[in-house]
């Protein structure tokens, strides 16, 4: 056989695995990203978040600290603060956590809150009241980059996703691609969908045309 035609047949053969292997899914609760100065407020000058556990993406963090969200209705208590610190604080929530919070909250991509709402974070009697950076998190997967062909998926695509469990298989669409170097391959979606789609750890999703 030519050998032209046989790499092409290889390639071939190793998208269709892959696609029949899919990805792994994981459901995120809500969380808090802190800026250093932020971090500097809630817990004092210099302050370094203790970790709790490591998270699939490499080098982030659960960290030990816990602070209480106050929105203009209501309030959430305990809610982790994951590291590394970022340039600018975030706080991720459900679509549920939003009626509890009050206010309309944006569904948007990590990092992207320019307009978003802002909320007050408490540690004890320190207080931080957020400018913006309320924000439902935009359905995602996480692509490492040596993936991305493999998927035959680039930064910033959209795709709807199958995820398969026993009663409640669903597919999502809008769901954004992200490719980066520093990724491990993982599918991010929070606990609303979660629940729509009877979540359990392991469970996997496909990206379907
Ligand atoms: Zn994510």
Do not use: W
């Amino acid at each position: 056989m030519n050998e032209q035609l046989l790499d092409t047949l290889v390639d071939q053969v190793v998208a269709k695995i892959n696609q029949e292997r899919g990805f792994l899914v994981e459901a995120s609760g809500r969380h808090i990203h802190l800026s250093q100065e932020h971090i500097d407020e809630l817990f004092g000058k210099d302050y370094q978040l203790s970790i709790n556990n490591y998270l699939s993406q490499p080098g982030q963090f659960a960290s030990k600290e816990r602070l209480t969200i106050l929105g203009p209705k209501g309030a959430l208590h305990n809610v982790v603060v994951l590291g590394p610190p970022r340039k600018a604080s975030q706080v991720e929530i459900s679509a549920t956590d939003a009626l509890t919070l009050g206010g309309k909250v944006p569904v948007r991509e990590s990092g992207d809150i320019e307009g978003t709402p802002g909320i007050v974070l408490i540690n004890g009697n320190k207080v931080v009241s957020l400018e913006q950076g309320l924000i439902v998190a935009k359905r995602h997967i996480h692509v490492a980059a040596k993936d991305a062909s493999k998927m035959n998926v680039s930064q910033g695509d959209i795709v709807k996703v199958k995820v398969v469990s026993e009663q409640r298989s669903l597919i999502f669409d809008d769901v954004v691609i992200r490719v980066s170097d520093k990724f491990v391959t993982a599918m991010h979606i929070d606990y609303d969908e979660a629940n729509a789609c009877s979540f359990k750890k392991g469970i996997r999703g496909f990206i379907v045309k």
